[in-house]
């Protein structure tokens, strides 16, 4: 089954604990990209990578980190440090030189 | 920096049309998207303009204007199902990423 998935769908997390969000893909595709979206705000982008072993940070990379060590997957991790972390967050990918995004199913992630 | 904006939200009867606009202002411009997404759902692609003009795909046709920094989603005969949140982006040049509208959430009533 190709595509791209995200796990799991849903999460919870205490106060002060990391978590870590899962993103993997079997499309061969270059970029991969980490979006938060909040009610009533538009999709911002956390991280992004569009080659193995590298990444830029996003619009809103504080507290959050991520790693790019195979083409398949590109981690989450959200840190104690971000202090809102309850939102839903999306997953994409795309190729080179194609400018659309394939998303993944979300994860939502809530602090408890 | 980069802006975009669209109506927070919209309404509409079934069998209707609906415009829905976006503005945007960008530094360097390579491209808009329109997505649609379905509450709890992933966002999916709708339409991609990058010249001038009005492209089409069955009830959904997309507009842009460059020099206006304007677009529009049009969507005919309206059902049931597509009510759902539209989503503009915008893809500057020479970045591997693209910019957000907040949406337009549509409510299509029977």
């Known amino acids: 089954d190709g595509g791209i998935t995200q796990s799991p769908k849903y999460l919870f997390r205490k106060e002060g604990q990391n978590v870590t969000l899962s993103c993997e893909q079997n499309l061969n595709h270059d970029a991969m990209y980490w979006y938060r979206q909040d009610p009533g705000q538009g999709l911002r982008l956390i991280y992004y990578s569009q080659i193995v072993n590298d990444f830029q940070k996003g619009d809103i990379a504080e507290g959050y980190s991520v790693s790019r060590e195979k083409k398949e997957s590109f981690p989450l991790t959200v840190t104690s440090a971000q202090k809102n972390p309850t939102a839903f967050y999306l997953c994409?990918?795309?190729?080179?030189?194609?400018?659309?995004?394939?998303f993944g199913s979300g994860t939502r992630l809530t602090v408890v | 920096g980069q802006n975009i904006d669209q109506p927070t939200e919209m309404t509409a009867t079934e069998g209707a049309i609906v415009q829905i606009n976006c503005t945007y202002q960008t530094s360097g411009f390579n491209g808009l998207f329109w997505y649609q997404q379905h509450a709890g759902e992933a966002p999916t692609f709708l339409s991609y303009?990058?010249?001038?003009g009005l492209e089409e795909k069955g009830r959904f046709s997309s507009f842009l204007s460059r020099s206006k920094g304007y677009s529009y989603l049009l969507l005919k005969e309206l059902q049931m199902k597509d009510s759902a949140s539209y989503l503009c982006?915008?893809?500057?040049?020479?970045?591997?990423?693209?910019?957000f509208g907040r949406g337009t959430q549509l409510t299509v009533w029977p």
């Open positions: 303009n990058v010249l001038d």
């Open positions: 994409a990918i795309s190729r080179q030189g194609d400018y659309g995004y394939t």
């Open positions: 982006a915008v893809r500057p040049p020479d970045l591997g990423r693209l910019y």
